[in-house]
Structures are given as structure tokens and as C-alpha cells.
């Protein structure tokens, strides 16, 4: 069945520090792969979303995914993190059609 | 422009009572899902449409109904809400065809005491 797992489930940061926040797939062929964050009693917001061609994906307010399909990675990345970071961040797929799995999320605290 | 509207954004029921949670959209989305949201387990798709008539489930459907009657409504149906229904509930639309996005409202945090 497909997948989408995120490892880091919680994971504390302080401002100015990088981000990296890992995301693997089990899709076997056509793979979709978007980055969605949840600020604090907020509904998800797309960062980014890959769908084909340059596997460096540039999303919203800095961020950064890159497709790795040898690995089965998205990764999202972050060279400087800001306190205004601290949210939930959910890796999510689908095959290029609508149904969307997601990982379990990862919890981003930034602190000042 | 609206996007995707849910209501209520909080609701507090009491085992066994039924309540439907409303959700509309004014993008011309054919598809229309529902996700639970519960801590520790990301978002779980509970039904979906494709369009207007057709609907499907999900990864968990158990204890709840949907239907669609039109391209902009998809109201999701609790018949006997029970203690394990406690979560936040998102409702999400995009167009049909491969390579869209999916747009996601606003949420509804529901409680069953």
C-alpha cells in the first residue's frame, strides 16, 4: 500500500539554526509529494509540491524539498529557521491523482 | 474568494447524538474528501467524491456517511457520535485530473463527551 512516513516527530530548534525534516515514500511509480504546515489552530497551508521535472523544489517563505527517488525522499529543508517556523509540518502523496496520504507530521519548535 | 468553508469550527456532542458537519467550496472542485486529524497520526482520509453522486470511502468511513449533491457541498454525517470520534476534521477540494492540489478548510474540532 502507499505510504508516506515522517521520522521526526518532534523536533526543537532555536532561531537562526537550519532544518532539515525527512520524509520517505513507498509509491512504485508515479509519485506526487507536497509539504503542508499547520501553524497553531490554523488549517494546512501548502509550502510546496512536487509533481515532475527539477527535483529542488522552492516553496513559500523559504523552503525548500528535494526529490531524491533513489532514496524514496522529499525532505524539506530550511537554511535559518525563525521563531514564526514553530508549527506541525506534514509530508503528504498521491500517485497524481487526488487521493492524498500523509505522514503522521512533525511538531517544530523554534525557540527565540 | 471563499475556497473551502467549514462550519462549525467547534462542536461539543454528547455520546449517541448525530450532528452533520458542513463543508462547501466555490472553486468548481469536482473533488471533494474529509480527513480526521488525530495527534500522532497525521490525517486519515475518511470519504471522498469525485463528483456530484459519487462518493467512496476512505481509510476510515466506520461511523460516518457522507453524500453529494452538488459540485459545491459535501457534508460529512455523524449518525451516533461516539467518544472515539473526538478530533479535528478537515474538508478538502481540487479539481479532477492529474498534477492539482488539494485546498483545505478551515477545520472543525469536534468533542464527544
Known amino acids: 500500500a502507499q505510504s508516506v512516513s515522517q521520522h521526526n516527530h518532534h523536533v526543537i530548534l532555536s532561531e537562526a539554526a537550519s532544518l532539515e525534516l525527512g520524509c520517505n515514500y513507498s509509491?512504485?511509480?508515479?509519485?506526487?509529494l507536497f509539504w503542508y504546515v499547520q501553524y497553531p489552530g490554523q488549517h494546512l497551508q501548502l509550502l510546496l509540491k512536487?509533481?515532475?521535472?527539477?527535483?529542488l523544489v522552492k516553496g513559500i517563505k523559504g523552503f525548500e524539498a528535494e526529490f531524491i527517488k533513489s532514496k524514496f525522499s522529499f525532505n524539506l529543508r530550511k537554511p535559518s529557521v525563525q521563531w514564526s517556523d514553530t508549527a506541525e509540518y506534514f509530508c503528504?502523496?498521491?500517485?497524481?491523482?487526488?487521493?492524498?496520504?500523509f505522514g503522521t507530521g512533525t511538531r517544530l519548535l523554534v525557540s527565540p | 474568494n471563499a475556497g473551502v468553508t467549514q462550519t462549525p469550527k467547534f462542536q461539543v456532542l454528547k455520546t449517541g447524538q448525530s450532528m452533520t458537519l458542513q463543508c462547501a467550496q466555490d472553486?468548481?472542485?469536482?473533488?471533494m474528501s474529509w480527513y480526521r486529524q488525530d495527534p500522532g497520526m497525521g490525517l486519515r482520509l475518511i470519504h471522498y467524491?469525485?463528483?456530484?453522486?459519487?462518493?467512496d470511502q476512505g481509510e476510515v468511513p466506520n461511523g460516518y456517511n457522507v453524500s453529494r449533491s452538488t459540485t459545491e457541498d459535501f457534508p460529512l454525517r455523524l449518525l451516533s457520535a461516539a467518544p472515539s470520534q473526538t478530533s479535528v476534521y478537515f474538508c478538502?477540494?481540487?479539481?479532477?485530473?492529474?498534477?492539482?492540489?488539494?485546498?483545505f478548510g478551515q477545520g472543525t474540532r469536534l468533542t464527544v463527551v
Open positions: 478538502a477540494s481540487s479539481p479532477m485530473g492529474r498534477d492539482t492540489e488539494a485546498f
Open positions: 509509491y512504485g511509480g508515479t509519485v506526487n
Open positions: 512536487y509533481f515532475s521535472g527539477d527535483p
Open positions: 503528504a502523496g498521491n500517485t497524481g491523482f487526488q487521493k492524498l496520504v
Open positions: 472553486m468548481n472542485h469536482e473533488y
Open positions: 467524491s469525485v463528483g456530484a453522486g459519487i462518493t
